[in-house]
């Protein structure tokens, strides 16, 4: 039975989430696309303004952590600072945000737990009229403490003062933070060793950070909004991303598509690293450099994904770069698309990753062997193992080579209970199986007889399917009602995506190739 069931999974979802997004257009008044729209038959989500993650919330999260704590025990947290001048834009420390809401710099976050009650204090940096000409307002204590709820103070000369006696007689000191970890130790670190040394009283430090990311694995319905959105506005940049794709055209058009169609729609910024690969390219998994001109008859992958309000999606579709795809291309494509959806089948709540991806890698074996790329779905070669010594991996192996998916949220890899205990309501994740056939595949085996029997059988698979590379990422929510795969708007069949990209584009109606042509010269390959 197919787990996904977008209509069954809204009623829940809905009254859980007030009611935001609907498979039925007329009923909650989805907005349809305008009749001459060749987004026509694909429902857009009606979508008024989200309203904010409430205080209340972001109390109730931290009195979740405050439970872990004991009796005399103070938490100690900072957020991130603000990363040298004219660097790229402030992004808050994931689980800094998740306790706090709070997105600006260099903020520090105290919760003392006595006598069962817990006192909270946030110290924020000042308002200061000098520097907020070259950065802007700052929220200041008032401004955050109206923001937070939490009370807050400005973080001025007094504070090192302030946290001691706050510390006065703690037993525990609660950090989010391990003791160690680096050669050196970060800012944090060296300020949490200081107050231990100053406090005789601390008998121990405890870094709470696993808990928070265990509270984290159950995203609330207003952290699924969020997601939701991210992931609305990525399925966007990938229509208007397949229209646009020519042979000729540069790697970073598509690349400034996407992320123009990001920022266009209000995410502010990507939430990670867009990959946007053709050809060869499209067979490296973190590919991030986006300037090859792509030619016809080669793949692009497009992994990417919007940050919307500190949450990101992760999408990623594959096309040809001539619109049709080939034989060959289709096979690969045409296997990874079986494998992610033999996972979504089996995916629902209680079910791990683990065996998401052995289902999806049964499905790619069977597929590499039925193509002469692997002697079998089991069967394995001798790969280089740890200190020069040979050991034996799965074929498979060879051509997919990374999990099979991951949490999202505030983080693009984001704490998820699928990894251990299996999904659960409340469980955001991707599927994203793939396979990449890269052209020097076989020039790093060891040299054994096992392996040159290997190459002698597969060398002809290896060299018609070469540098072409397919992933397909979706994302997934599980809720009471079971599981929703929430990409639905980025095409994934063959049909739907070369329909798509014989679709106008608006993007390339201005085009200027001449200018395009520029970066030839100046391009370092
Ligand atoms: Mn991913």
Same mark, same amino acid.
Request: proline share 6%.
């Given at each position: 039975?197919?787990?996904?069931?977008?209509?069954?999974?809204?009623?829940?979802?809905?009254?859980?989430?007030?009611?935001?997004?609907?498979?039925?257009?007329?009923?909650?008044?989805?907005?349809?696309?305008?009749?001459?729209?060749?987004?026509?038959?694909?429902?857009?989500?009606?979508?008024?303004?989200p309203a904010p993650i409430s205080r209340e919330e972001f109390a109730a999260r931290r009195r979740a952590l405050a439970e872990q704590m004991e009796?005399?025990?103070?938490?100690?947290?900072?957020?991130?600072?603000?990363?040298?001048?004219?660097?790229?834009?402030?992004?808050?420390?994931?689980?800094?945000?998740?306790?706090?809401?709070?997105?600006?710099?260099?903020?520090?976050?105290?919760?003392?737990?006595?006598?069962?009650?817990?006192?909270?204090?946030?110290?924020?940096?000042?308002?200061?009229?000098?520097?907020?000409?070259?950065?802007?307002?700052?929220?200041?204590?008032?401004?955050?403490?109206?923001?937070?709820?939490?009370?807050?103070?400005?973080?001025?000369?007094?504070?090192?003062?302030?946290?001691?006696?706050?510390?006065?007689?703690?037993?525990?000191?609660?950090?989010?933070?391990?003791?160690?970890?680096?050669?050196?130790?970060?800012?944090?670190?060296?300020?949490?060793?200081?107050?231990?040394? =100053?406090?005789?009283?601390?008998?121990?430090?405890?870094?709470?950070?696993?808990?928070?990311?265990?509270?984290?694995?159950?995203?609330?319905?207003?952290?699924?909004?969020?997601?939701?959105?991210?992931?609305?506005?990525?399925?966007?940049?990938?229509?208007?991303?397949?229209?646009?794709?020519?042979?000729?055209?540069?790697?970073?058009?598509?690349?400034?598509?996407?992320?123009?169609?990001?920022?266009?729609?209000?995410?502010?910024?990507?939430?990670?690293?867009?990959?946007?690969?053709?050809?060869?390219?499209?067979?490296?998994?973190?590919?991030?450099?986006?300037?090859?001109?792509?030619?016809?008859?080669?793949?692009?992958?497009?992994?990417?994904?919007?940050?919307?309000?500190?949450?990101?999606?992760?999408?990623?579709?594959?096309?040809?770069?001539?619109?049709?795809?080939?034989?060959?291309?289709?096979a690969i494509y045409e296997i990874v698309l079986a494998a992610q959806k033999a996972a979504e089948t089996e995916a629902r709540a209680g079910v791990?990753?683990?065996?998401?991806?052995?289902?999806?890698?049964?499905?790619?074996?069977?597929?590499?062997?039925?193509?002469?790329?692997?002697?079998?779905?089991?069967?394995?070669?001798?790969?280089?193992?740890?200190?020069?010594?040979?050991?034996?991996?799965?074929?498979?192996?060879?051509?997919?080579?990374?999990?099979?998916?991951?949490?999202?949220?505030?983080?693009?890899?984001?704490?998820?209970?699928?990894?251990?205990?299996?999904?659960?309501?409340?469980?955001?994740?991707?599927?994203?199986?793939?396979?990449?056939?890269?052209?020097?595949?076989?020039?790093?085996?060891?040299?054994?007889?096992?392996?040159?029997?290997?190459?002698?059988?597969? =060398?002809?698979?290896?060299?018609?399917?070469?540098?072409?590379?397919?992933?397909?990422?979706?994302?997934?929510?599980?809720?009471?009602?079971?599981?929703?795969?929430?990409?639905?708007?980025?095409?994934?069949?063959?049909?739907?995506?070369?329909?798509?990209?014989?679709?106008?584009?608006?993007?390339? =109606?201005?085009?200027?190739?001449?200018?395009?042509?520029?970066?030839?010269?100046?391009?370092?390959?």
């Amino acid at each position: 039975m197919r787990a996904l069931h977008r209509s069954a999974a809204l009623p829940a979802l809905a009254a859980l989430a007030g009611a935001v997004f609907s498979a039925s257009a007329a009923a909650q008044g989805a907005v349809a696309p305008p009749a001459e729209s060749p987004d026509r038959g694909w429902t857009m989500p009606a979508a008024p303004a989200p309203a904010p993650i409430s205080r209340e919330e972001f109390a109730a999260r931290r009195r979740a952590l405050a439970e872990q704590m004991e009796d005399g025990g103070v938490l100690f947290a900072m957020g991130r600072d603000e990363a040298g001048q004219g660097s790229a834009p402030f992004a808050q420390h994931s689980s800094f945000r998740y306790l706090t809401g709070y997105t600006e710099p260099s903020a520090v976050l105290v919760m003392a737990k006595r006598d069962g009650k817990v006192a909270e204090h946030l110290f924020v940096e000042p308002r200061d009229p000098s520097r907020e000409v070259w950065d802007g307002p700052r929220f200041g204590a008032q401004g955050a403490t109206l923001r937070t709820g939490i009370p807050a103070r400005e973080a001025d000369g007094m504070m090192a003062a302030a946290l001691d006696s706050l510390l006065q007689g703690a037993t525990t000191l609660y950090t989010l933070t391990p003791e160690q970890g680096r050669p050196y130790l970060s800012t944090e670190q060296q300020v949490i060793q200081g107050m231990r040394q =100053r406090h005789a009283s601390i008998t121990r430090v405890v870094d709470l950070s696993p808990r928070v990311l265990a509270l984290r694995q159950t995203k609330t319905p207003a952290e699924l909004d969020m997601l939701r959105r991210a992931i609305f506005i990525t399925t966007l940049a990938h229509r208007e991303a397949a229209r646009a794709v020519e042979p000729g055209m540069n790697e970073f058009e598509i690349h400034a598509l996407i992320e123009g169609t990001f920022r266009r729609y209000g995410a502010e910024r990507p939430g990670f690293g867009s990959i946007v690969g053709s050809g060869p390219n499209s067979t490296t998994l973190h590919y991030r450099s986006a300037d090859r001109y792509m030619q016809p008859g080669e793949t692009l992958v497009m992994d990417i994904g919007a940050s919307f309000n500190g949450y990101t999606a992760d999408v990623t579709r594959t096309v040809p770069v001539n619109g049709r795809f080939s034989a060959e291309q289709r096979a690969i494509y045409e296997i990874v698309l079986a494998a992610q959806k033999a996972a979504e089948t089996e995916a629902r709540a209680g079910v791990t990753m683990g065996r998401l991806n052995q289902v999806a890698t049964g499905v790619i074996g069977e597929g590499l062997a039925r193509l002469g790329l692997i002697e079998s779905a089991t069967g394995v070669y001798d790969c280089a193992g740890r200190g020069g010594k040979v050991s034996e991996c799965p074929q498979v192996s060879m051509f997919y080579m990374h999990g099979l998916g991951h949490g999202i949220g505030l983080d693009v890899h984001d704490p998820e209970a699928g990894y251990t205990r299996g999904f659960a309501p409340g469980s955001a994740f991707t599927i994203e199986p793939g396979i990449y056939v890269r052209g020097d595949v076989l020039d790093y085996l060891p040299d054994t007889p096992r392996n040159r029997a290997l190459i002698q059988r597969i =060398r002809p698979a290896v060299q018609r399917y070469r540098d072409i590379g397919v992933r397909i990422e979706d994302d997934y929510f599980v809720t009471e009602a079971g599981v929703e795969r929430v990409t639905a708007g980025a095409p994934r069949e063959v049909a739907e995506i070369e329909a798509l990209m014989a679709q106008e584009s608006f993007w390339n =109606r201005e085009r200027r190739p001449e200018v395009v042509e520029w970066y030839r010269g100046v391009s370092p390959r």
